[in-house]
Structure formats: C-alpha cells, structure tokens
C-alpha cells in the first residue's frame, strides 16, 4: 500500500469521455491536497479490468465511464470500496452521477447530466472520502 485510498476507473478503449476522465483526476491527483489518492485504470474489455469491475458490484456498464472510491484496508491487506456516508442523501453537484451504496461516480447519459463528471463533482466525492476517514484538511476562513 502506498496510498490510504484507491480510485477505480472503470472505462474502455476508443471511449473519448473515459479518456477525458483519466485526464481530470491526473490533473486532480498532481495537487497537493490529493496526495492520499491513487489511480487504477480498468479496461472492462479485458479481464483485468473486467474482474475488478464486476466485483465493484454497484456500477451500471451502460454508465461508463466510472469510478470507484477504495480505502486501504490493513486486516485485509487490500483496497475495499467505500460505503456512501450519505447513501440516499440528495447531492445537488453529483445527482444522479453518484454512486448509491458505494463512494464514486457513473456517468449520467440523461438530459440533466449530460454525460459529464466534471472536475468538482470529482473531488467532491474525493473530499468525501477524506472527511469519512476523518483525514479532510483543515478549513480556513
């Protein structure tokens, strides 16, 4: 384990958005404010990303790109997804894009999400999983 939390991203080859989200979390994880975060990148059209994936369990393959919040667990010695806090809660930024039982986000092809996971609806759920594990950084007025 290098880092304390994981970002599954579930995506495919020849997918512009799952590029386009690859792009958005480099730029977010360069900072230093996200240096407890690190990246995996799933092709579902191999079964190395199509294991971890379908284990994931909570996402809809009509709804990729996608990822997945993981935290390390020590008993386990792995990378376990993170439960939703607020499962059920209404997200004004995420909406429909965020995960129900697990910490990520699918993409949202409706007319109201317009197939975007812009860069705040991203680090809102990374913020999340900071603040759930108690390690959010300090706020200044």
């Given at each position: 384990m290098d880092?304390?939390?994981l970002i599954?991203?579930?995506?495919?080859?020849?997918?512009?958005?799952?590029?386009?989200?690859?792009?958005?979390l480099d730029k977010l994880l360069a900072k230093p404010e996200w240096k407890a975060f690190d990246?995996?990148?799933?092709?579902?059209l191999?079964?190395?990303?199509?294991?971890?994936?379908?284990?994931?369990e909570c996402i809809n393959p009509q709804r990729i790109p996608a990822m997945l919040?993981?935290?390390y667990d020590q008993v386990g010695s792995e990378y376990v997804?993170?439960?939703?806090?607020?499962?059920?809660?209404?997200?004004?930024?995420?909406?429909?894009?965020?995960?129900?039982?697990?910490?990520?986000?699918q993409t949202d092809y409706s007319a109201t999400g317009k197939g975007v996971l812009s860069?705040?609806?991203i680090a809102s759920v990374m913020l999340q999983?900071?603040?759930n594990a108690d390690m959010a950084p300090e706020k200044t007025s």
């Open positions: 880092k304390p939390f599954r991203v579930f995506g495919k080859a020849g997918c512009d958005k799952c590029k386009t989200l690859n792009q958005r990246k995996q990148y799933c092709d579902v191999t079964e190395e990303g199509l294991v971890p994936f379908c284990e994931a919040i993981c935290q997804p993170m439960a939703n806090a607020e499962m059920g809660k209404p997200d004004a930024l995420c909406a429909a894009s965020k995960l129900y039982h697990y910490l990520g986000l860069p705040k609806m999983a900071l603040e």
